[in-house]
Nanobody
Framework: QEYLLESGGGSVTTGGSLILSCEYA????????MGWFRQTPAKELEGLGR???????KHADSVRDRFTISRNKDIHEMFLRLRDLRPEDSAMYYC???????????????????WGQGTQVTVVS
């Protein structure tokens, strides 16, 4: 059965770091594309980046210098490393998955079918 389960969120001070994890299960052992998103009540869902079947990783321009996506297929986990966090990074962070390989598409061009429940990140000044 497919599932996505985020963890690692919490409260940090400005300039701090966190590593979010997305544990996943999929038919045939892997998804074609997995991504990270975030959302606050006041803002639309924002794509942060994605990783393809062949581990080609593409980050959104807005966070590429502070956020890093990685994946370990052996343990079925995808990660999002957050550095130099700011209060405006406070949001619910979600991982998502799709069966089709995303190749060179950006995260906002991918139709994700599966979503986790999210993990909250709060950055206090």
């Amino acid at each position: 059965q497919e599932y996505l389960l985020e963890s690692g969120g919490g409260s940090v001070t400005t300039g701090g770091s966190l590593i979010l994890s997305c544990e996943y299960a999929a038919l045939n052992d892997t998804y074609g594309c997995m991504g990270w998103f975030r959302q606050t009540p006041a803002k639309e869902l924002e794509g942060l980046g994605r990783v393809s079947t062949r581990d080609y990783i593409k980050h959104a321009d807005s966070v590429r210098d502070r956020f890093t996506i990685s994946r370990n297929k052996d343990i079925h986990e995808m990660f999002l490393r957050l550095r130099d966090l700011r209060p405006e990074d406070s949001a619910m962070y979600y991982c998502a998955a799709a069966w089709a390989d995303c190749g060179r598409l950006s995260v906002d061009q991918v139709d994700f079918s599966y979503w986790g429940q999210g993990t909250q990140v709060t950055v206090v000044s």
